[in-house]
């Protein structure tokens, strides 16, 4: 089953695996990591990403990108919600206060992973530092996810698919915001 951005069945694809990203609010980490799935694993995954208080992509998420030649400006915040008791192959949380809600809302996924991404916090702050910690999440999330699905990135799997996917969190960042 194929998995729209509205939540909808979009007819059955044999080859592409469904993949939703999940944060808290659905403006940093799940776009950036499905950005970055969408690039790299173009025809292999269905991807979409939600949150549970969805707000608007922050403005630093889509620079950073950018800087990847990725472009997330267009996405449209979901919640979790809509998503309600559908099947996905991959359920990921990226933060630690979601990882419990996706495995109540949706209990049919095939794997659950988590890792806990610190995200940047704005408020105070010069924006050359801002841009510096969205962008040490970023190459968080890349790693991470080059490590997850190995199939989708331009080199081959060095580990033979054996690797630990779930981590507790990664480095501090100096702000500690929650978006």
């Known amino acids: 089953m194929r998995i729209s951005k509205n939540g909808e069945d979009v007819g059955a694809d044999m080859k592409s695996e469904t993949v939703i ?3 808290s609010f659905n403006s940093v980490r799940s776009p950036i990591a499905e950005g970055f799935l969408r690039q790299r694993g173009a025809g292999q995954y269905t991807v979409c990403s939600a949150g549970i208080a969805p707000i608007r992509v922050r403005p630093c998420a889509v620079r950073v990108m950018q800087e990847k030649e990725i472009d997330i400006s267009g996405h ?6 809509q998503y309600r008791n559908q099947n996905f192959d991959y359920v990921i949380t990226l933060c630690d206060n979601i ?7 949706l209990p049919g996924g095939n794997r ?6 610190v995200s940047p916090t704005e408020i105070g702050r010069a924006q050359e ?10 190459n968080e999330i890349e790693l991470w996810l080059n490590e997850i699905f190995p199939a989708a990135k331009p080199d081959s ?3 033979n698919g054996k690797t630990d996917l779930d981590h ?4 501090h960042v100096s702000g500690l915001g929650q978006y």
Request: proline letters at 3%; charged letters at 35%.
């Open 76 to 81: 449209i915040p979901a919640s979790v919600y």
């Open 129 to 138: 530092e801002i841009l510096e910690d969205y962008r040490i999440v970023r």
């Open 99 to 105: 990882r419990k809600t996706a495995e109540e809302v």
């Open 112 to 117: 659950f992973l988590h890792r806990n991404f």
């Open 21 to 23: 990203f999940i944060c």
């Open 157 to 159: 799997d060095k580990n």
């Open 168 to 171: 507790t969190t990664t480095r």
